[in-house]
């Protein structure tokens, strides 16, 4: 198991480490892999500036190069500043420290690479920016009108995902001749397999891919194959299909293989080279990031919702203060009534999850009845309304959004709030629901319901792994103490047997 602090595995070949406190030397010819979080904010140059992308722009024609460290053509410099981005965070150092150097003789190709990091930390560029730019090193080593074969390829979870990731490579990739090509959702098939970067879902890539492909799929051929890239590789590797995929891929040619999540699970060390890999960690592994407010509040299913419908023209919404505990929708109609309504300047945004597509429906309509405008978006709708309401969502027209499993991973939208309505299946899950808020150094709040009479229906283990995983000041309700047996476990002594209301996000 993963903790926060053992990150790094010694890579089998001849890179070094950097030791805590060491400085980042722009002239040194030496190689350098960075491995930590805090190590890598140790790359720093004289002036103690943070680093910047441009720092690693190529020189020009006659210049010398300064330095061993690699180079970004202006070009790829010049997207990035056009989207804001000007810093390197660490996880994208770390990657580019493993991809752009050229690997020592005597190993065959780049390390695969295993890089877990926070929920919002940037894992997307950390793989995107290197890629694109190993392509136009390429690129330039070939007569111009060469057809090029697929020389990265880059799965992903869903295809909302997969569309996001192709999305934000166009925009790197602007006015370089990097052909990237989308290879998922209910667009036409593609018909020539002649790019450089393919995006694809795993459904869809089989179809260019197996024998047993659709017929006149045209076939991706991967001879040219040096990169696959994995994203939100914890939940890929249980996926049968994917991993009979890449099998597959395996025989046929040797690629590195890169690997990027906030969650880590020992199953994921079989997609990768046990003995030529490198790793990298940077914040919370595991857990939620340090930039979210996790809080729990107990309600109750089993007592009658209070929120009964239209009495004189207005909601009923009941009285409360004899009843220690609320139906969820109660607590979730006062929530967003306090935090999100309160007075007509308020823009804020919150994401609540549940487990069910109908149960997504049910609650938007509801709470829209009620008020407050709300829509819901999940796998069981059509694909141009739900990207319509996430649009909405997006624009923020309307700033509640129910969601099931379909948004848990990887969405990348400014909100403020996120509620767990209900409990995921598994942990990994909650950590990265609760990782759709706080992002990108913003902070956030997760809000999770806890059914204090029903607590039966959930998993012990999530339970238990929320229980422990979370930081000493937050406040737990009591039986989720009980069922963690936090007693035996070591943090128990820190945690007080108070009310589970928090004063600052309480209910009331
Ligand atoms: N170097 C950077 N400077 C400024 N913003 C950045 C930088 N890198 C990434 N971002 C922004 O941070 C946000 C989060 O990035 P991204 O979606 O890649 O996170 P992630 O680590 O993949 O998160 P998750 O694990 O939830 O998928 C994005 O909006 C992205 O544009």
Redesign the pocket.
């Known amino acids: 198991m993963f903790s926060s602090h053992i990150i790094f595995q010694t890579p089998k070949c001849q890179y070094h480490g950097v030791p805590e406190g060491y400085k980042f030397d722009f002239n040194s010819e030496e190689l350098h892999m960075a491995y930590r979080d805090t190590s890598v904010k140790l790359y720093q140059n004289d002036n103690e500036e943070s680093l910047k992308f441009q720092h690693f722009t190529k020189p020009f024609k006659d210049q010398k190069p300064k330095t061993l460290i690699p180079f970004f053509d202006v070009q790829l410099i010049n997207n990035l500043n056009n989207?804001?981005?000007?810093?390197?965070?660490p996880?994208?150092i770390a990657t580019m420290m493993a991809t752009l150097f050229e690997a020592p003789q005597e190993v065959q190709r780049t390390p695969d690479l295993l890089c877990v990091?926070?929920?919002?930390?940037?894992?997307?560029?950390?793989y995107l920016v290197p890629m694109i730019q190993k392509c136009m090193d390429k690129i330039y080593g070939l007569p111009t009108k060469a057809h090029r074969k697929p020389m990265v390829l880059i799965f992903s979870y869903t295809k909302t995902l997969v569309e996001n990731i192709f999305q934000i490579a166009k925009k790197l990739s602007k006015g370089t001749n990097v052909k990237i090509e989308l290879i998922a959702g209910n667009i036409k098939f593609i018909e020539d397999t002649f790019f450089d970067i393919g995006i694809c879902s795993i459904g869809r890539f089989r179809n260019h891919f197996d024998d047993n492909h659709e017929s006149g799929c045209a076939q991706i051929d991967i001879s040219w194959l040096k990169y696959l890239i994995i994203d939100?590789a914890d939940a890929m590797v249980s996926d049968h299909e994917f991993r009979e995929i890449l099998e597959k891929m395996k025989k046929q040619v040797d690629f590195s293989t890169l690997c990027?999540?906030?969650t880590i699970k020992c199953e994921l060390y079989c997609l990768i080279d046990q003995k030529n890999y490198y790793a990298f960690g940077g914040g919370r592994i595991n857990q939620v990031a340090a930039s979210i407010k996790t809080v729990f509040w107990k309600v109750d299913t089993k007592c009658h919702s209070r929120i009964t419908g239209i009495f004189n023209g207005k909601i009923n919404v009941g009285s409360y203060e004899k009843y220690e505990l609320q139906h969820p929708f109660d607590c979730l109609y006062r929530f967003i009534q306090k935090y999100l309504f309160n007075n007509s300047e308020n823009k804020k945004k919150v994401m609540i999850f549940v487990k069910r597509s109908t149960v997504a429906d049910y609650l938007a309509l509801r709470l829209s009845l009620c008020g407050f405008p709300a829509v819901a978006v999940h796998g069981r709708m059509d694909y141009n309304i739900r990207d319509k309401f996430l649009q909405e969502f997006i624009d923020g027209k309307c700033r509640i959004l129910f969601t099931t499993n379909l948004l848990t991973?990887?969405t990348?939208i400014n909100i403020d709030f996120v509620v767990n309505y209900d409990l995921p299946l598994e942990y990994e899950q909650w950590v990265?629901r609760c990782?759709?808020t706080g992002?990108?150094g913003n902070h956030g709040i997760a809000i999770t319901f806890i059914d204090i009479n029903n607590h039966t229906d959930y998993s012990k283990d999530i339970i238990q792994r929320i229980a422990v995983s979370v930081e000493d000041e937050v406040v737990l309700p009591e039986f989720m103490k009980q069922m963690a047996k936090l007693e035996e476990m070591k943090k128990e002594n820190n945690i007080q047997d108070v009310s589970f209301v928090n004063e600052e996000y309480g209910i009331e």
Not at 83 to 89: K, L, N, S, V, W
Not at 117 to 126: E, F, I, P, Q
């Open positions: 989207m804001d981005i000007t810093e390197i965070r996880s994208q990091s926070s929920t919002g930390s940037g894992k997307t560029l950390a939100e990027f999540s906030a991973r990887g990348d990265h990782g759709r992002r990108n």
